[in-house]
């Protein structure tokens, strides 16, 4: 149609608006029905409860566009040039002018110029416009309708459950944060304890070191040179109350100061083994705590590899009661929340363990899901008691620390006793090796010059042995002296000068009644203080001892 430029142009025209006419109307067809799927889908999806709602993925509404997008790239019709002549010849009334003008190529005669004149005198009153019009706001309406139901049965249709499987999913998936909050949890805790044993390593080192100074300075002590003596115990006495303040917990307090029974030791019973494993504990050791650990142990591999259900109930059972044994222990005995802790994720663990076992006997992604879920909670529970064994571990270091910490505070105390009397003897700690040697020794030394009882000087060794025989004949001449008391920096109550009491004349009843009050206060204030703070075992006998003997006043004047 090159003798024809304008009908060319015009029919060319005219077969582009008709493309895409034609590419409008298969994507609005192909909108509606992927819009009614998508309606369709949600409302099954919620009132059958396919999928939990809290799984659901706005992302796939993006379906939509793309199912519309490829549906008409897929169905629209292609425009050839006769489809765009017919519609010109229909909107002009030609009578098949411009689609015989479309043909001439394919034809031959000599009316070809005849008929290119005629299009091209037709062809400047055709607007390409007005034969194919776009009237796209009609569609584009309905197709907005069909999203707005869309987006209706999303916010408001209802989530229903008929056949459990949303519950099913929900608790599924709750599960799976929980194993791998144990497990990241678990983690975690390991590499802090990591640090924390290295810390305690060091602890335990030093105070190694320096109970073994101690009784260095021990075996060098002697009976004249007290003031010297007191310095140096001093010095032990500050530096071992740091380390034991430092070591000490209100939970190892306790624990360490709960009462065993003898008589209930070696029997089977659920609570004598509870005594006999907090015994040890003490003595910071844990032989009996690791075989309960190591049965559970054994027990949960036994359970990963049962094969029948019978057999698998079984082991849950038997698994579920040690563990509880092992956390009544650390929560009663032990008194742990560490500890108690990791053995409660191994519980939750054993639990998740017990809820996927697939009961329903479910095929396919959900049966696969549970298997890997049991997996998991499998990896759990035993990382979960390999923490329970370094936190016993960790409590049993501690104990074993405070013990030795406290049987040194201990044996200062009695070791200060028997400097002030002037018979701290190291000479006589040659055969004492452990601590415990020289706290038995200043016990027997603090006996016998205590009670004033000596061995008769037949040398058969310390305590109460009666009167040891002297002669009165003294060559040298015998003299009565009394000890000088220290004086110490304190305010001046009351001064007697006799040994028997004072007359009632001595005394103002009304000042004496303030001073008693005053006292009374001042025990109470003790005693409170006693209580909330951190005293060191060997330093409190001595404060009550004090504080109980400051008043000594004759019943007879507290009328």
Excluded at 3 to 29: C, D, E
Excluded at 191 to 198: D, H, P
Excluded at 204 to 214: K, T, V, Y
């Amino acid at each position: 149609m090159t003798q024809a430029p304008k009908s060319s142009s015009l029919l060319s025209r005219v077969q582009q608006r008709l493309t895409v006419a034609s590419v409008a109307r298969a994507t609005y067809v192909s909108s509606l029905v992927a819009l009614g799927l998508a309606v369709v889908t949600v409302l099954a999806i919620r009132l059958l409860g396919l999928i939990p709602q809290n799984q659901e993925q706005a992302t796939w509404l993006l379906a939509v566009p793309a199912i519309a997008c490829l549906g008409a790239g897929l169905f629209y019709r292609r425009v050839e040039m006769q489809q765009a002549a017919r519609a010109v010849d229909e909107h002009a009334k030609t009578k098949d002018l411009f689609l015989t003008l479309s043909s001439l190529h394919t034809s031959a005669g000599e009316y070809q110029p005849l008929v290119s004149a005629s299009a091209e005198e037709k062809a400047e009153s055709v607007v390409p416009t007005e034969v194919v019009p776009f009237r796209f706001w009609e569609r584009l309406g309905r197709v907005a309708f069909v999203a707005s139901l869309l987006a209706l049965a999303v916010w408001l249709t209802p989530q229903l459950d008929p056949f459990g499987k949303v519950e099913a999913a929900a608790k599924a998936e709750e599960r799976t944060k929980e194993i791998g909050a144990i497990l990241k949890d678990t983690e975690v805790r390991k590499a802090a304890l990591k640090k924390e044993r290295q810390i305690a390593e060091n602890e335990s080192d030093e105070i190694e070191n320096q109970l073994a100074d101690l009784k260095s300075d021990f075996r060098k002590m002697m009976p004249k040179k007290t003031e010297s003596n007191a310095q140096v115990l001093s010095s032990h006495s500050s530096e071992l109350g740091d380390m034991w303040k430092s070591v000490s917990n209100d939970q190892l307090r306790r624990m360490m100061n709960q009462p065993i029974s003898d008589q209930q030791l070696g029997t089977s019973t659920r609570s004598e083994k509870m005594n006999q494993m907090l015994k040890e504990l003490q003595d910071g050791k844990t032989e009996t705590l690791k075989q309960e650990l190591q049965k559970a142990r054994e027990t949960m591999e036994k359970l990963a590899k049962a094969e029948t259900k019978e057999e698998k109930e079984k082991l849950q059972k038997q698994l579920q009661k040690e563990l509880q044994d092992l956390k009544k222990f650390s929560k009663d005995k032990a008194g742990s929340k560490q500890l108690t802790d990791a053995l409660n994720k191994a519980m939750k663990s054993l639990e998740v363990c017990k809820e996927c076992q697939n009961p329903n006997g479910e095929k396919g992604e959900q049966g696969e899901k549970a298997q890997q879920l049991q997996k998991e909670a499998m990896e759990a529970l035993k990382e979960s008691l390999d923490l329970s064994e370094q936190e016993m571990e960790k409590v049993a270091q501690a104990a074993k620390d405070l013990k030795k910490l406290e049987e040194a505070l201990e044996t200062l105390s009695k070791a200060k006793e028997l400097n002030q009397k002037g018979e701290l003897d190291g000479s006589k700690c040659e055969d004492c090796e452990t601590m415990q040697d020289y706290a038995d020794l200043y016990a027997q030394m603090n006996g016998e010059a205590g009670e004033g009882e000596g061995n008769k000087g037949n040398d058969r060794g310390f305590g109460k042995g009666g009167e040891a025989q002297y002669d009165e004949s003294d060559p040298e001449g015998y003299k009565d002296e009394k000890e000088k008391t220290q004086v110490q920096q304190g305010k001046v109550l009351l001064a007697i000068k006799t040994k028997e009491y004072a007359d009632e004349l001595d005394f103002d009843p009304d000042k004496m009644r303030e001073y008693q009050q005053s006292v009374g206060k001042l025990k109470s204030s003790v005693q409170s203080a006693l209580d909330s703070e951190e005293i060191p075992p060997g330093y409190v006998d001595g404060i009550k001892g004090y504080f109980d003997n400051i008043e000594k006043v004759d019943p007879k004047l507290q009328k």
